[in-house]
């Protein structure tokens, strides 16, 4: 699943080509685009009709346009990228895609494109809503949906207040990893990253967050909000060929990745050979001498 760099590259391509146009038409294609969308496929697309874009936005994984309908009130389309969920702006006469699910034409070209291959993503509107978590420091002008309140603001937005959640972090019995992709608590954050952050913080996934000190916690979420902003610099990270920008384009950053992926390989800081564990029916990757594993505690 695209982690909040690869997801951040396609806002940026959105807010590039698609924010400040209005919907001419939309088609959806089966159920499944539809289906968090209860009133289903027809409705959604007689919906979309005539909607100004106002923004292109994202909190951690979670991309939206802010639309604003002919007399009403402003709502969000909410795109579900999945596993495979590709948005793509190319020609209303280019050659459909054979995965292709969805297509929003505006005033004039280009058409807007939701491929999808694995059929795990899809769209749907929500209503706008204050954003509480952000309400004490810089609150969005237009809100977030309302069905995505319980996400956690992400490292790059300015409503991230790090001091809080190393203190919520700092009350957890679970391992560092899994409070790192827990997305109530910091948004964003995927394997990819969280593998590459706890490397560079030399601290093991395994490790218990309530027993790591407040700034070993803290300089966890600074690598991990450095490497993602890295990653958006090389356009994000890309495996094989279902993570594009909306241009088609992939990105290199899986070229600069210190340990994800890498088992075997020497470690760039000691040259052990790099490990790979069984995570939550996920694989971590570390080093066993930068990041030896937690002892066990005796009971």
Request: with cysteine; glycine share 8%; hydrophobic share 35%.
């Amino acid at each position: 699943m695209p982690e909040l760099p690869e997801v951040e590259v396609v806002r940026r391509g959105l807010a590039k080509h698609v924010v400040g146009r209005r919907i001419r038409s939309a088609s959806l294609t089966g159920q499944r685009v539809a289906r968090r969308h209860v009133a289903g496929p027809v409705d959604l697309a007689d919906r979309l009709r005539d909607n100004l874009v106002r923004a292109a936005e994202r909190r951690g994984k979670y991309l939206w346009l802010t639309l604003e309908p002919p007399d009403e009130h402003l709502q969000a389309l909410i795109i579900h990228l999945g596993m495979s969920g590709q948005l793509l702006v190319e020609p209303a006469t280019a050659p459909r895609e054979k995965h292709l699910h969805a297509t929003v034409d505006f005033d004039n070209d280009p058409q807007l494109r939701f491929v999808d291959q694995r059929t795990f993503g899809g769209m749907a509107l929500a209503d706008l809503v204050p954003d509480v978590t952000g309400a004490a420091r810089t609150p969005r002008p237009y809100g977030v949906p309302a069905t995505i309140t319980h996400i956690a603001p992400d490292p790059l937005e300015d409503a991230f207040d790090q001091q809080a959640v190393v203190r919520r972090m700092k009350a957890r019995r679970s391992g560092i990893k899994r409070a790192l992709l827990d997305q109530g608590l910091v948004s964003g954050i995927g394997n990819i990253y969280a593998d590459e952050a706890l490397w560079r913080a030399q601290v093991h996934g395994e490790r218990e967050a309530s027993l790591l000190t407040k700034p070993t916690l803290s300089r966890v979420l600074d690598h991990a909000r450095q490497v993602m902003t890295e990653a958006l610099a090389a356009g994000g990270t890309s495996f094989d060929a279902l993570y594009v920008d909306v241009n088609g384009a992939s990105g290199y950053f899986s070229r600069r990745l210190d340990v994800y992926g890498r088992e075997g390989e020497p470690c760039e800081r000691c040259g052990t050979p790099l490990r790979r564990e069984q995570f939550m029916n996920r694989s971590s990757y570390s080093c066993p001498r930068c990041q030896p594993r937690p002892r066990q505690r005796r009971t």
